[in-house]
């Protein structure tokens, strides 16, 4: 196999229409030529969560517009393309068939490789594309979609160690910040507000501490935030700046603690592996929170494992991570054909058992 090989990805398994184009020689650092990103939001604005019918539709009018913008920001065509990566799910039905459908046409016309890759696979890999790690590392993902502790063996095997059984941490961000009245997307505005709030000010839950394992669950908080907001609401007739702030400190707190508390217990059973390079990654929206990110750190800096933390725009769903993906199965020789599938439910470790809870964008991983 070529030592320096050329791929394209594709994405759309959710809101956001997103093309890459990724060139890696071995031995060398992974080089992202092109990763160009059309994020749905504001199409879904008014309906307080993602509709699968407007996100298939606006998929299938960008994907081939983002195609040829990341082909022209890398200055190169598809014949210059080794192979052509995309995500064959998990994620809605309709962004996933659109993605793979634009691929298949693209892989027959220019009669290149076609490789279908798992959306999870592309986020839990990230961290070898960013920062070269080697398998086996500890990877927390976690977004408004997805949460769950993973352990990377090899670019083809997962062990899911635990994940949540309902909301996933962002989801409750989102909600959270709508019932105290922040602007969306929640996350970073609780982030914000919280700085001049006061952590202790409400003694929210830290769910599933009191059990072992690393499963985890964030609705319980999201309803403890709530009955907190009503309580002031019926005290003093509305909320005050200075209870929004403490209200999101203390919602914050106690997500950074169950986060804290399951990754020092799945880095546990990670070590047990006795990596030579023992290291966590961390991937998704929620991982740009700082002080989460600060208390992942310390535990890592704790126990003397490195940790790593991609940039911002290659923790949220983009392509560059589907390509790297499809990279790491060229090189193992694993490509598809035409009959390649879109699947909506994908669990990227199988022997794992399913996981109850979905999050907001319906992805069942
Ligand atoms: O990975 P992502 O872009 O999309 C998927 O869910 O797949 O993650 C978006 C989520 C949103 O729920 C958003 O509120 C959350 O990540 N998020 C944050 C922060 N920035 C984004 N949550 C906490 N703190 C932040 N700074
Ligand atoms: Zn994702």
């Known amino acids: 196999m070529a030592k320096t090989l050329t791929i394209l990805g594709i994405e759309s398994s959710c809101d956001d229409t997103a093309a890459a184009v990724v060139r890696h020689t071995d031995g060398q650092s992974p080089e992202i030529l092109s990763n160009e990103v059309f994020g749905q939001t504001d199409l879904?604005?008014?309906?307080?969560?993602?509709?699968p019918e407007i996100a298939a539709r606006a998929h299938a009018e960008k994907l081939d517009v983002m195609v040829e913008a990341a082909l022209a920001t890398s200055t190169l065509s598809l014949a210059d393309i080794d192979a052509i990566a995309v995500t064959a799910g998990p994620g809605l039905i309709g962004g996933v068939m659109s993605g793979v459908m634009c691929a298949k046409g693209l892989a027959a016309g220019a009669g290149k490789p076609l490789i279908g890759v798992n959306h999870?696979?592309?986020?839990?890999?990230?961290?070898?594309?960013?920062?070269q790690l080697e398998f086996p590392y500890l990877m927390l993902l976690v977004s408004g979609g997805h949460c769950q502790f993973l352990i990377a063996h090899s670019a083809t095997k997962f062990q899911r160690l635990g994940g949540t059984i309902d909301d996933a941490p962002g989801e409750a961000f989102d909600k959270v910040a709508k019932l105290i009245g922040l602007p969306q997307p929640g996350g970073p505005s609780i982030?914000?507000?919280?700085?001049?709030?006061?952590?202790?000010?409400?003694?929210?839950?830290?769910?599933?501490?009191?059990?072992?394992?690393?499963d985890m669950s964030f609705?319980?908080?999201?309803?403890?935030?709530?009955?907190a907001r009503d309580a002031l609401v019926t005290a003093q007739g509305g909320l005050h700046p200075q209870d929004q702030a403490n209200l999101s400190a203390s919602f914050q707190a106690a997500v950074t603690d169950v986060?804290?508390?399951?990754?020092?217990?799945?880095?546990?059973?990670?070590?047990?592996?006795?990596?030579?390079?023992?290291?966590?990654a961390v991937a998704g929206g929620v991982a740009a929170n700082q002080t989460i990110r600060a208390s992942l750190q310390a535990l890592a800096t704790d126990h003397g494992?490195?940790?790593?933390?991609?940039?911002?725009?290659?923790?949220?769903?983009?392509?560059?991570?589907?390509?790297w993906a499809g990279m790491?199965?060229?090189?193992?020789?694993?490509?598809?054909?035409?009959?390649?599938?879109?699947?909506?439910?994908?669990?990227?470790?199988?022997?794992?058992?399913?996981?109850?809870?979905?999050?907001?964008?319906g992805a069942k991983a």
Do not use: Q
């Not at 879904?44 to 509709?51: E, K, N, P």
């Not at 609705?219 to 009955?227: E, P, Q, V, Y």
């Not at 790593?308 to 991570?321: F, G, Q, R, S, Y």
């Not at 090189?331 to 879109?342: C, M, P, V």
């Open 328 to 361: 790491e199965r060229f090189r193992l020789g694993l490509i598809d054909d035409l009959t390649l599938a879109a699947r909506p439910r994908w669990p990227l470790d199988t022997a794992a058992p399913a996981m109850l809870g979905s999050g907001k964008k």
């Open 44 to 51: 879904h604005a008014d309906f307080g969560g993602v509709v």
């Open 259 to 280: 986060l804290a508390e399951k990754t020092r217990r799945a880095l546990a059973l990670y070590l047990e592996l006795e990596p030579k390079a023992p290291a966590i």
């Open 305 to 323: 494992v490195r940790f790593t933390a991609p940039p911002l725009k290659l923790c949220t769903d983009n392509a560059a991570m589907i390509a």
């Open 120 to 131: 999870l696979a592309g986020h839990a890999l990230t961290p070898r594309l960013t920062d």
């Open 191 to 214: 982030e914000h507000a919280a700085k001049s709030g006061d952590a202790k000010s409400h003694k929210l839950p830290r769910p599933m501490l009191d059990r072992d394992g690393c």
């Open 219 to 227: 609705s319980g908080l999201k309803t403890a935030a709530l009955r």
